[in-house]
């Protein structure tokens, strides 16, 4: 059930400045579990104190944002990739 | 603490505001960047996000005192502004497109088509490459010399490609632009003509901006002027509501129509006019602030008429594309702004965009793209609902040009009549 995961710079102090990581989980939520055991501390940066998504990252589940998907609880099949990224914006 | 290069690791620099390894006055008055969510202070530099929270970054100053005399003994462009700006003090020597200080045209058909008793357009198609972006890519690529980029590039709906493009080529700079591949030829054209690096990116803007995320974590000294300097970049916007104070003889206007994509511009234009303020360049009184979006990518006016703070983001389906961003990072800001001052957020269908292109081309002589035509459609409805008070003296922006988006009307005008090079062919017509 390996999920490579991608990982921002701004987070690269957790994996060592790996900008690629593996993870497994059936779900987003156990994915992320399971990255925060093999990195400690990362998770808090993604969830916030109530456990959702913090407002200003955006993860996708291969071309998806999650957040169009069921969030937290978005399957993460072994082969996808998980991309997590700050939200930024162009436009007026 | 070494210099923070591009090719430095964003967030995870010392808390500290040092600005050691920067040329002296890189910044000009800025003195770090300070999280807008949490307050966590970051050093200048290649950083956009919140290493606690992925906040967005925002400028923090220490301004000396400045008067409207130096202002106005200043360039006719927005280096009149720039000890208010992210800027060194020589900013001028450094080959630049000079934007800004457009006009600001009292729009009495107009008004008199909506029932406004004072409007003003803030017009800036006439830009050097026709859009308000030009504004914002000068700021970015300051701050992309100041830190030694190699390549200036960005993620665009269009405007800010061709502002990317034509900056890079008058800096000599390298430039990349990323767009979506489905964006209005006229734009992809326009900012071809100033790079041979124009990707085309399958997806919406949303995918080319994720993309350009992925890019900037990779590739060293680039600078991508809406992702890893995006702090500096976005303070260009103050400019468009300091230029309104300043041309209406240093007062602020009532009332402000703002479009709203990312949100970006409306809240640099409230920032603009409380630094102003606090400078004591205008005297203070309220304003209001309104937003306006196309139906077709709303989360933001979705979320103000639901009465919620959280914007869920959307699909963009919309003719206006330099509109069609479903994560409004900056939303939840402009909600707030639109709430404390009183304003509102709004949105209107396609058809009504279109109608407000020719409203404004029929009533003022100005050609404006789709986005334009939201915020003039926009201010029509606010009026309509009684959101917008029409006895207020109001400013509506124009952030672009019509020609970059002639699909968007090209079947809805034309000749009135084909005829015979004849007078009595004309006549017939009725023209006459």
């Known amino acids: ?92 | 603490m070494s210099a923070p290069t591009l090719t430095h690791v964003e967030g995870i620099t010392p808390d500290t505001t040092s600005r050691t390894g920067l040329r002296e006055g890189a910044f000009g008055n800025a003195t770090g960047l300070a999280c807008r969510e949490c307050g966590h202070a970051v050093a200048l530099g290649p950083f956009y996000a919140c290493p606690e929270c992925f906040g967005p970054l925002e400028v923090a100053y220490d301004f000396p005192a400045v008067t409207r005399e130096e202002i106005e003994a200043g360039p006719r462009n927005i280096w009149r502004y720039k000890a208010l700006l992210p800027v060194p003090d020589d900013i001028e020597q450094s080959p630049n497109t000079e934007p800004g200080f457009t006009r600001l045209l009292e729009a009495s058909n107009l008004a008199a088509a909506l029932g406004i008793e004072k409007l003003w357009v803030k017009d800036d198609s006439t830009n050097p490459t026709n859009s308000f972006k030009d504004r914002v890519v000068a700021c970015a690529l300051s701050a992309a010399r100041e830190l030694d980029a190699k390549v200036f590039a960005c993620p665009s709906t269009g405007n800010l490609a061709n502002a990317v493009a034509a900056a890079g080529a008058r800096a000599g700079i390298k430039t990349v632009v990323f767009i979506p591949s489905n964006l209005e030829h006229p734009k992809q054209v326009n900012s071809a003509v100033y790079t041979d690096s124009l990707v085309a990116v399958d997806g919406n803007y949303d995918d080319v901006n994720k993309l350009a995320s992925e890019i900037a974590g990779e590739e060293e000294g680039w600078a991508f002027v809406n992702v890893n300097v995006r702090p500096f970049y976005a303070e260009g916007s103050k400019t468009l509501g300091y230029e309104i104070a300043e041309q209406l003889g240093w007062r602020l206007p009532d009332q402000v129509v703002i479009p709203v994509a990312s949100g970006s511009q409306l809240t640099k234009v409230h920032k603009s006019f409380q630094e102003l303020i606090k400078l004591g360049l205008v005297e203070e009184k309220p304003y209001r602030i309104f937003g306006a979006q196309a139906t077709g990518c709303s989360p933001v006016s979705v979320a103000y008429k639901a009465g919620v703070d959280a914007i869920r983001p959307v699909k963009p389906d919309t003719i206006a594309k330099s509109l069609a961003i479903g994560n409004p990072a900056d939303g939840i800001y402009v909600l707030d702004i639109c709430r404390e001052t009183g304003g509102a957020v709004e949105d209107i269908d396609d058809d009504a965009v279109r109608e407000g292109i020719l409203l404004l081309a029929r009533t003022e002589g100005i050609f404006t793209e789709t986005a334009g035509g939201t915020t003039v459609g926009v201010t029509k409805k606010l009026v309509e609902t009684g959101q917008l008070d029409p006895t207020l003296e109001t400013v509506i922006i124009n952030t672009g040009m019509g020609l970059k988006t002639l699909d968007a009307i090209s079947d809805q005008v034309g000749a009135a009549a084909t005829i015979a090079p004849t007078y009595a062919a004309f006549a017939a017509t009725g023209i006459a």
């Open chain 1, 1 to 92: 059930m390996s999920v490579s995961v991608r990982v921002p710079t701004i987070l690269r102090t957790y994996t060592g400045g790996e900008s690629e990581v593996t993870a497994s989980g059936a779900t987003l939520a156990d994915l992320l579990e399971d990255l925060d055991t093999s990195y400690p501390g990362i998770k808090a940066r993604i969830l916030d104190d109530n456990g959702a998504l913090r407002r200003f990252v955006n993860v996708y589940v291969g071309n998806d944002d999650v957040r169009f998907l069921d969030n937290l609880a978005t399957p993460t099949p072994a082969g996808t990739q998980v991309s997590v990224i700050p939200a930024v914006a162009g436009g007026c």
